[in-house]
């Protein structure tokens, strides 16, 4: 049991990062080659920044007072976030670290849009899936395609790790 435990920890650390990291290049190239704009993890940071004095939804988190911190608030809510997912993949799907499969991940990865389109986009002041955004199917066709870089992040990130724990992959 206790090297299980070790090895969904890990696993959900290890994956969670590589998943996260798959997502964040792609946004890098969505920005170099055709100018799309990626979420400014800033103002994540200071959505949750303003948690301590009890503010949770903002009219326009752009227009809310700036927070000590908030870029690394930002960026480690967005890594946290992608080992919880990576962990709730590995919980309903423990045997997922030896033997990753697509549906799992895609499952997981693109089901995580119900987290920015149903609690952080209406918190920030975009409203429930994007609909006070100037352009909502734009942005919702954007999370989509974030969430699905997520979900083929994790499964070659959970690739890498099951082929390192069967010794198949060498780190």
Do not use: N
Not at 22 to 46: E, H, N, T
Not at 61 to 77: F, L, P, R, S, T
Not at 104 to 126: D, W
Not at 142 to 166: D, E, K, N, P, Q
């Amino acid at each position: 049991m206790g090297g299980e435990l070790v090895t969904g920890v890990f696993g959900a650390v290890f994956i969670g990062i590589g998943a996260t990291a798959v997502m964040d290049g792609w946004a890098i190239l969505q920005k170099r080659i055709f100018g799309v704009p990626s979420l400014d993890y800033r103002l994540v940071g200071r959505w949750i920044g303003h948690f301590s004095s009890g503010r949770f939804r903002h009219d326009s988190i752009a227009k809310a007072d700036e927070v000590q911190g908030e870029v690394v608030i930002g960026w480690a809510a967005h890594y946290l976030t992608g080992i919880a997912f990576a962990g709730l993949l590995l919980l309903i799907w423990p045997e997922w670290v030896r033997h990753p499969t697509l549906w799992p991940a895609l499952l997981v990865g693109i089901g995580s849009i119900i987290a920015p389109f149903l609690v952080m986009q209406p918190c920030l002041g975009a409203g429930i899936v994007a609909r006070r955004t100037p352009q909502p199917w734009r942005s919702r066709f954007r999370s989509l395609v974030a969430h699905t870089s997520f979900a083929i992040g994790l499964l070659v990130s959970g690739v890498l790790l099951a082929g390192w724990i069967t010794g198949s992959v060498q780190m």
